[in-house]
């Protein structure tokens, strides 16, 4: 995947490509996938990083989520579930088991999350990974020894996927190219061209780093911009009411004496309505999230005091050391693209089910969902897409289709698994040169091969 080998793709490709998309998180990077497993003439432009906002800012899971199937939501679990399967089938470099611990601290909480949690596996089918159980108080603290005892009487085990969300954005723009699409970052989106008909006929778009100005042609163009949805939508038509609901949700990062062990905690019910998890991560650990709306979508959002005081509150109830503000070794926030629903909610409680719809113009756009079920959003928008291009419908084939990097029985707690089958690449460049083996930073894990590979890639 080279940058300046698609630019010159684009200057010298002057016929219609069959599918535009705009937006680079994990949405248009699934779209962009699944375009061209179909075989359609595909072009992906970001205005940023790939996956520069909503989309590396994750709590890090696969998971089917809890919490909605508290929420009634079942046909968005199995959902879920099914596609956490393939997640961990068709990216094993990335993907990996996570244990989870749901302590329970009154009479009633054991049996209602163990038989939740059983309901959870069921859901799962023969994609299921282990089956939860629960555990006694004894068995808890063996586990998680930072665990508040006071009070303990026990907790339900159950399993999710856990993975490595920008490494995954951009295994999918390979993924892509490797296919046939031509994925190009830094290309902003600044006007829609619209034929005789009002039906849109391709976009004009700035190179940010050469400042080079593009016409493209296009038979659809797919808007999975996620955040930034509306601002498209109005270039669209002015008159355009807004769809996006965004919600904040910031994490916390701590050292790993707050969770020493490989299980993770899971908080079945915070303040607001949500659930709150305690992941290992990286050698720290991850705490998150919440829920807050925010009026702008931002692509630098700013997590406010009053969430950092909520999440220490919260791990402060259920952690023997209290984490203070001293303690926080980073903060990370990112904004949900909610679909806001036809009555009032709170963000909580709005469903993470993606939406589409397409614009008298012919725009399709994909909003909503989240990052386990990127693929079906991704299959579900390319369908819609098809038919406004009118070109031949194909049937996807992403269910097995392999993530680029695909390994499996990969070391997950050495630096270069993340590369997965890419690694032999950079073991070459080391080979080469003794130096490339040399750390960055002595506390940091990243070898200068590494740099040298992106460049390269």
């Known amino acids: 995947m080279n940058r300046q080998e698609s630019l010159n793709h684009i200057r010298d490709y002057n016929d219609y490509w069959d599918i535009l998309?705009?937006?680079?998180?994990?949405?248009?990077?699934?779209?962009?996938?699944?375009s061209a497993n179909r075989g359609y003439k595909t072009l992906l432009l970001d205005m940023a990083d790939f996956a520069k906002g909503t989309s590396s800012r994750s709590t890090k899971l696969v998971h089917g989520g809890v919490r909605y199937l508290q929420q009634g939501d079942v046909s968005l679990v199995i959902e879920a579930l099914h596609e956490r399967g393939l997640l961990i089938q068709n990216?094993?470099?990335l993907v990996s088991h996570q244990s989870f611990i749901v302590p329970s601290y009154e009479w009633w909480n054991g049996p209602f999350y163990g038989i939740g949690m059983k309901v959870y596996d069921a859901l799962a089918g023969k994609l299921g990974i282990k089956k939860s159980k629960t555990l006694s108080k004894e068995e808890v603290l063996e586990k998680i020894s930072t665990l508040e005892p006071e009070g303990l009487r026990g907790g339900?085990?159950?399993?999710?996927?856990?993975?490595?969300?920008?490494?995954?954005?951009?295994?999918?723009?390979?993924?892509?190219?490797?296919?046939?699409?031509?994925?190009?970052?830094?290309?902003?989106?600044?006007?829609?061209?619209?034929?005789d008909s009002g039906f849109i006929d391709g976009v004009v778009?700035?190179?940010?780093?050469?400042?080079?100005?593009?016409?493209?042609?296009?038979?659809?163009?797919?808007?999975?911009?996620?955040?930034?949805?509306?601002?498209?939508?109005?270039?669209d038509d002015q008159k355009h009411e807004n769809i996006i609901q965004c919600a904040q949700g910031i994490h916390l990062v701590l050292d790993k004496e707050f969770l020493p062990g490989?299980?993770?905690?899971?908080?079945?019910h915070t303040d607001d309505g949500r659930v709150l998890f305690a992941v290992p991560w990286h050698g720290k650990a991850l705490v998150g999230t919440t829920d807050t709306p925010i009026d702008k979508p931002?692509?630098?959002?700013?997590?406010?005091?009053?969430?950092?005081?909520?999440?220490?509150?919260?791990?402060?109830?259920?952690?023997?050391?209290?984490?203070?503000?001293?303690?926080?070794?980073?903060?990370?926030?990112?904004?949900?693209?909610?679909?806001?629903?036809?009555?009032?909610k709170s963000t909580s409680e709005i469903s993470r089910s993606h939406h589409i719809q397409i614009s008298e113009s012919g725009l399709v756009t994909i909003a909503g969902g989240k990052w386990t079920t990127y693929r079906k959003m991704a299959e579900d928008t390319i369908d819609r897409a098809a038919m406004v291009a009118g070109v031949e419908f194909k049937k996807t084939k992403t269910k097995n289709q392999r993530i680029h990097g695909w390994l499996k029985n990969v070391d997950k707690k050495d630096p270069l698994s993340v590369y997965g089958?890419?690694?032999?690449?950079?073991?070459?460049?080391?080979?080469?040169?003794?130096?490339?083996?040399?750390?960055?930073?002595?506390?940091?894990?990243?070898?200068?091969?590494e740099i040298v590979w992106a460049i390269r890639n």
């Open 205 to 235: 778009a700035r190179d940010h780093i050469y400042g080079e100005e593009f016409t493209i042609k296009a038979r659809a163009v797919v808007n999975a911009t996620g955040i930034f949805s509306d601002s498209i939508l109005k270039m």
């Open 298 to 344: 931002a692509l630098e959002p700013i997590a406010l005091d009053e969430e950092i005081y909520f999440i220490l509150k919260h791990a402060k109830e259920y952690l023997t050391k209290d984490p203070t503000r001293k303690d926080v070794k980073s903060v990370f926030a990112g904004l949900r693209p909610l679909v806001k629903p036809p009555e009032s």
């Open 421 to 449: 089958s890419d690694r032999v690449a950079i073991e070459k460049i080391m080979e080469e040169n003794d130096s490339m083996k040399e750390k960055l930073h002595p506390g940091l894990p990243y070898i200068k091969a």
């Open 156 to 195: 339900v085990i159950y399993y999710d996927g856990q993975f490595d969300d920008s490494r995954l954005a951009i295994n999918l723009a390979q993924t892509a190219a490797d296919l046939g699409a031509t994925p190009v970052n830094y290309m902003k989106v600044n006007e829609l061209i619209k034929g």
């Open 91 to 93: 990216a094993p470099h």
């Open 21 to 34: 998309i705009i937006g680079g998180g994990a949405t248009g990077l699934g779209c962009a996938v699944d």
């Open 262 to 268: 490989d299980a993770a905690i899971m908080v079945p």
